[in-house]
Every structure is written in C-alpha cells, then in structure tokens.
C-alpha cells in the first residue's frame, strides 16, 4: 500500500510539473484577477523621454446629438501620472489634456465594459517661441519658419488686442503639424469637427491641409493672455484640396478644449505668393489650434 501511494504521489507531481512548464501561467494568473471598472487615463512628457506627468487637467466628454458636448469627468492626474474615472457602460468618448506649458491634445477612446480599459496620453510643449514687450499703440508682426520652410506663419496682432499690461514681457509660443505626417497629426487634436443646428449637434471628420497652435503668455506671471480684438494670420499649405488656386476659400476651424471637438471659425482664403505658392489666410478670435480643413466628402 505505501508503494502504491508513492507511485500515485509521484504520478500526481509529474502532472503539476507539465501545468507549470507551460509559459501560460502568467496570462492565467492575471485572467483570473477580476476585471478593474473604469477607465484609466497615463499622462505622459512627450519631451522629456515619456516620463509620468503629473496635474494634468483630465476632461472625459460624451458627445451626443440632442446635448451636445456632455462632460462626464474632470479631474488631474497624479504624482504618477494617473487619473481613474467611473465609467460603466459601452460608448465612445473624447478625452482632452491640458497642462499649462503643454500644448493642448485630445483623442477619441472606444470604452468596453469587463475589458481593462488603460488610455495613455503623450504632452508636447512648443518647438518655437519668440518674446516681445507689448506696447498697446503698435501693431505687432509675429512669423514662426519652422523647418527653414520659406513660406512662414505669420500672426499680424493689432494694437490693444492684448489683454496684458503695457510693457509686460510676452511670449508667443507657437508649434506647426505637418499634416502628411501620421504622427504628427496623432500629436494634434483628434480631428473631429461639431456642427450645431436646430436638430442637434453633427460630429464629422475632417481633412486638414495646414495646422497650428499659437499661445500667448504674459512672462511676468507665467498667465495666459486673452484677446480683445480678431487677428489676421497666415500659413503655408503644406497639403492642397484638389482645384486649389489664387482666390480659393477653405473653412477655417478651431479647437475647443471645452467640448473636445473642432468647430467652424471662419472662412479663409488662398493666395499665391511670388514663387506660386499657395498660402492660406483667415481671422483669428482665439489663441488656440487652427487649422484649413474641409468635411471629408
């Protein structure tokens, strides 16, 4: 009898033994934790080797058709660059970061119950900047020429169009996308533009043929400065709708960190410089992403 419970005790390990050759054990221990609710969002420093990035500003939005943008969470990130938020059920949802210093950004996030629903975010800061002293009485002429591109963007800032004190020190802070790029784009905010009317709100994609971002900071007290008056500005197309020539008018949009989504500014128009390039020119109400984009037929 002690022989035959030996065998069956032997017998018995070198069944357990072939279990745990099999490389799966990891993968069967983690299916076997329950499923975390929610959604988590990773915030990292895109310029500084994706390292966590703390206190950014979090919005969760719902978009639907009778309300509109619908924020369902706003919160921060923490020391380790994680904000959790109660979400329960199958929906599409926008997800915009801010973080003074730090452009803008949003994306779309398809959230699925009983899945671990894990959304990380990359920061980018601007890749120019140029200071001024402001004088309310003079009108101001800013050009960024990133990647020693001929064509520059320029901002024409009218006087008294700053709310800032006079002679406060002022950096624009400026960053383009060149929008044949993916990763660039992925970068920007996602491109999804709302058009309101009488029934609801329309979500639509968009093609973007020329983007960027322009902010404005008063260096005294490292505030956001608001503008009082429109703006002229001008970027170079770095992608053209087809037909383009002298005269032509693309739809001017820009984006709204409070709904998430790109909405219609404007109309711009295109004309062609002395070597035949087109350049697109518009009036600016905001500091913020702008950009020459047309509903995608």
């Known amino acids: 009898m002690d022989n ?15 279990r ?60 380790n660059g994680t904000m959790w938020a109660d979400i329960a059920t199958a929906e599409q949802l926008i997800i915009v970061a ?73 950096e624009f802070k400026f960053q383009d996308v060149d929008t044949s790029n993916p990763s660039e784009l992925r970068q920007a905010p996602e491109l999804i533009g709302a058009v309101d009317s009488s029934e609801g709100t329309t979500l639509i994609g968009l093609a973007v043929f020329s983007m960027a971002e322009l902010t404005v ?24 709708p087809r037909g383009t020539r002298q005269g032509s008018r693309i739809p001017a949009w820009y984006f709204d960190k409070t709904t998430g989504v790109w909405r219609k500014g404007g109309v711009g128009k295109v004309r062609l410089d002395r070597f035949k390039e087109p350049v697109w020119s518009f009036e600016a109400r905001h500091f913020t992403w702008w950009g020459a984009m047309q509903p995608w037929a």
């Open 217 to 240: 900071v008063n260096m005294d007290n490292e505030q956001p400065v608001d503008l009082m008056l429109p703006f002229e500005a001008e970027f170079p197309l770095s992608r053209k």
């Open 20 to 79: 745990q050759a099999a490389q799966e054990w990891p993968l069967t221990t983690m299916n076997s934790l329950p499923t975390p609710l929610g959604l988590t969002v990773l915030t990292r420093d895109g310029s500084a080797f994706e390292v966590p990035l703390a206190d950014v500003e979090i919005r969760i939005i719902r978009l639907t058709v009778q309300d509109g943008s619908v924020m369902i969470a706003n919160s921060s990130t923490d020391a």
């Open 4 to 18: 035959l419970a030996q065998d069956a005790l032997l017998s018995d390990v070198k069944v357990r033994k072939v």
């Open 98 to 170: 801010s973080k003074k210093g730090y452009l803008d950004t949003s994306s779309t996030y398809r959230f699925k119950p009983e899945e671990r629903n894990i959304h990380t975010i990359s920061m980018q800061k601007h890749s120019m900047r140029k200071e001024i002293t402001w004088m309310s009485g003079l009108d101001r002429l800013v050009e960024f020429r990133p990647r020693f591109k001929g064509i520059p963007y320029s901002f024409e800032i009218p006087a008294g169009s700053l709310d800032t004190p006079e002679q406060s020190r002022v």
